[in-house]
Nanobody, 124 residues
Framework: QVQLAEFGGGSVQAGGSLRLSCVAS????????MAWFRQNTGKEREYVGA????????DYADSVKGRFTISRTNAKNTVFLQMNSLKPDDTAVYYC?????????????????WGQGTQVTVSA
C-alpha cells in the first residue's frame, strides 16, 4: 500500500515561510522522483517543482523560482518544500506526488501516486 503523508501546511501572512514535507512509504519502485503540485479552488492543478531520486536534478515552476526550494533526505523517501516570501497567490492545496521515471517536470502526467494534500493559506 502506497502512502504519501504530507505535513507542514497552515496559514501564514504574506512574506512568511512554511516548510512542507512529504514522506512516501510502500512505493513499489526502487527509485522514484518526487514532485510538488498545488491547486486552487476551481482551478487546474499547477506544477510547483520536482526533484529526481538522487537529488541531482531539481526543477521549479517560474512562479516559485527564487522563493521555493525542494530538497530530499538521504533516505530518499522524504521530500521538502521550503516556501519563503509567500504571497497570497501561493494559497492552494499542496500535493506531493511520485513518479517512477528519473524526473517529470512541468506536468502531472507520469505521476503515479499522490498525497492527500495539505492546505496552505497566505493572507495579504
Amino acid at each position: 500500500q502506497v502512502q504519501l503523508a504530507e505535513f507542514g501546511g497552515g496559514s501564514v501572512q504574506a512574506g512568511g515561510s512554511l516548510r512542507l514535507s512529504c514522506v512516501a512509504s510502500g512505493v513499489p519502485f526502487s527509485q522514484y522522483a518526487m514532485a510538488w503540485f498545488r491547486q486552487n479552488t476551481g482551478k487546474e492543478r499547477e506544477y510547483v517543482g520536482a526533484i529526481s531520486w538522487s537529488g541531482d536534478t531539481i526543477d521549479y515552476a517560474d512562479s516559485v523560482k527564487g522563493r521555493f526550494t525542494i530538497s530530499r533526505t538521504n533516505a530518499k523517501n522524504t521530500v521538502f518544500l521550503q516556501m519563503n516570501s509567500l504571497k497570497p497567490d501561493d494559497t492552494a492545496v499542496y500535493y506531493c506526488a511520485v513518479s517512477d521515471v528519473a524526473i517529470v517536470a512541468g506536468t502531472d502526467i507520469g505521476y503515479e501516486y499522490w498525497g492527500q494534500g495539505t492546505q496552505v493559506t497566505v493572507s495579504a
